[in-house]
């Protein structure tokens, strides 16, 4: 009886199997199985392909192929190879794909395990954006000549999946479906203008990529929130305007706000945010990734003129900045704008200026990273970035170094002024190791210009020079350019508070000309 029934399950597992391969592979599995049963009842049924989801995965543009953990045919290769001839667009990274198809965009992983008869290969595909699932498929090798077979049983895959191209209805169906349109509330940029605000934080905002442009406004009565986050424009296909994308409550203090955040993927996460400088909210929210920081920017209304006029000299602290970003992130001194309201910055060659405010800051080391309220102008004020922040590891005493800068300016003008000299020492005053001592001749005003190497990597933050009269009534002698500046290394670290990618690398090559333009002179007041 038990033998009757080990037959019976054979010719089932049999019959299933059999039309995914050709005869030579069924010949192989048959004797495969059999050899199983030979010994001991073996589990049989994880061979058995599970089926894909409708057509969902002609919801696919992009495909990105991972590596197997255990690959030794080269399936993997082969995937990619066959989903190009299928007609996906394959890339290497997600990072390839435009934002704006990150939802036409899935990633296949796969693995390969052996067993008795062979072995067997599953992939699964889920969406970039969420890793829902797409797609599932599985197919099984006879233990000869797998390595002869590859292109065939990935084929199988591909024939199961039913890739049949990329279609933008099948697309827009599957994202209402994962991505459910959120409450709405209707209304526009001008209907906010008109409003009268009843907290500070109401207003027009952006985040730090410009992916979405939003309006913070009361929230409706018995909603729970004390204001809503509506989406006013959005660079993503599942966000759509007047979707509500955070629920913001008040606390006691009336800075610092609880927030019901809706990510990307539209799923909530709670956060606290603080509000800074009366034009940032800043917040971070724990994801699977890793922390991922929220931060808001006001667009209107504006905290004060961008063609900010200038106060009285006396009232004014001035100081030098360098741009990390064309988008208008900015390094300086913190000192030159601790005990500024308002702050403005200018490029050579401006008649005006632009506001800015203060993003991150490092009191401690006296950095400070700032972002002007209007970048437009950015692009045709330093149309490459000859510079580049590095570390301060390599550098050697002796070494040659420039900075550029604003010193003077009541007396020396508001062009920008470039100094050389050399790395005096490896340590600052009283050898305090988070500083290099140089000659390069440094005035107040001078405060915030970067440090360069001859090849125009940013080694330092200029923020000190040693002061003459004092040191002539202690000494009785004149200190020649005694000088300071901040090794690059802290401000790197602070740097990476901002969102990924915030920073540029060097698109020039390093001219003293091509640097000037991307320097700034920064008033507090």
Not at 171 to 199: H, V
Not at 482 to 492: E, G, H, S
Request: some cysteine; overall charge neutral; glycine content about 8%.
């Amino acid at each position: 009886m038990l033998e009757r029934r080990k037959t019976l399950l054979l010719i089932c597992v049999r019959l299933k199997l059999e039309p995914l391969m050709n005869k030579q592979d069924g010949l192989r599995l048959s004797r495969g199985v059999m050899a199983v049963f030979v010994g001991v009842l073996f589990p049989i049924f994880p061979l058995l392909a599970k089926p894909a989801p409708s057509n969902e995965i002609n919801a696919c543009k992009y495909l990105l192929v991972t590596d197997f953990t255990s690959d030794p045919y080269g399936i993997a290769k082969e995937l990619r190879a066959q989903g190009r001839a299928k007609g996906f667009v394959v890339v290497s990274a997600v990072s390839e794909v435009p934002q704006a198809d990150l939802l036409e965009t899935c990633v296949m992983s796969g693995s390969w395990a052996r067993d008795l008869g062979g072995g067997q290969l599953s992939v699964r595909v889920v969406d970039a954006p969420g890793g829902a699932l797409v797609a599932e498929a599985a197919a099984h090798a006879g233990s000869i000549g797998v390595a002869r077979t590859v292109r065939a049983l990935v084929g199988k895959i591909y024939s199961q999946l039913g890739y049949a191209g990329y279609s933008e209805d099948v697309n827009r169906q599957r994202i209402l479906r994962e991505y459910p349109t959120r409450p709405k509330l209707a209304i526009t940029e001008d209907e906010i203008k008109k409003r009268e605000a009843r907290n500070p934080i109401e207003g027009i905002w952006t985040d730090t990529e410009d992916r979405y442009r939003l309006g913070i406004v009361p929230a409706s009565a018995g909603s729970g929130a004390d204001y809503v986050a509506v989406v006013l424009q959005s660079n993503s296909p599942v966000w759509q305007p007047s979707e509500i994308k955070a629920e913001i409550r008040s606390t006691a203090s009336p800075d610092i706000f609880t927030c019901t955040y809706f990510m990307g993927d539209k799923k909530p996460a709670g956060t606290t945010l603080t509000f800074e400088h009366n034009s940032v909210l800043h917040g971070s929210v724990a994801t699977l990734k890793g922390p991922f920081d929220l931060l808001l920017m006001r667009v209107w209304p504006k905290i004060s003129n961008e063609s900010a006029s200038t106060p009285s000299e006396n009232a004014v602290a001035s100081g030098s900045g360098f741009l990390l970003s064309r988008g208008g992130l900015l390094a300086t001194n913190w000192h030159v704008v601790a005990n500024g309201k308002h702050i403005s910055v200018a490029f050579p060659g401006w008649s005006g200026a632009v506001s800015a405010e203060v993003l991150v800051k490092d009191v401690v080391n006296d950095l400070a990273v700032l972002r002007v309220t209007d970048a437009t102008k950015m692009a045709a004020t330093c149309p490459n970035l000859p510079f580049q922040l590095a570390s301060s590891n390599a550098v050697t005493l002796g070494e040659r170094v420039s900075t550029i800068g604003y010193p003077l300016t009541p007396m020396l003008g508001s062009n920008p002024k470039f100094s050389e000299g050399v790395v005096s020492s490896k340590s600052g005053w009283q050898d305090d190791p988070r500083s290099f001592q140089i000659s390069a001749q440094v005035q107040p005003g001078s405060s915030g210009s970067p440090l360069l190497d001859s090849d125009g990597n940013i080694i330092g933050v200029v923020v000190a020079t040693l002061d003459a009269a004092k040191v002539y009534q202690a000494a009785s002698a004149i200190p020649q350019n005694v000088n300071f500046a901040i090794k690059a290394d802290y401000l790197l670290s602070l740097a990476a508070m901002l969102p990924g990618g915030s920073i540029e690398s060097r698109t020039t090559a390093y001219s003293p000309e091509k640097a000037a333009q991307c320097v700034a002179i920064i008033r507090a007041w």
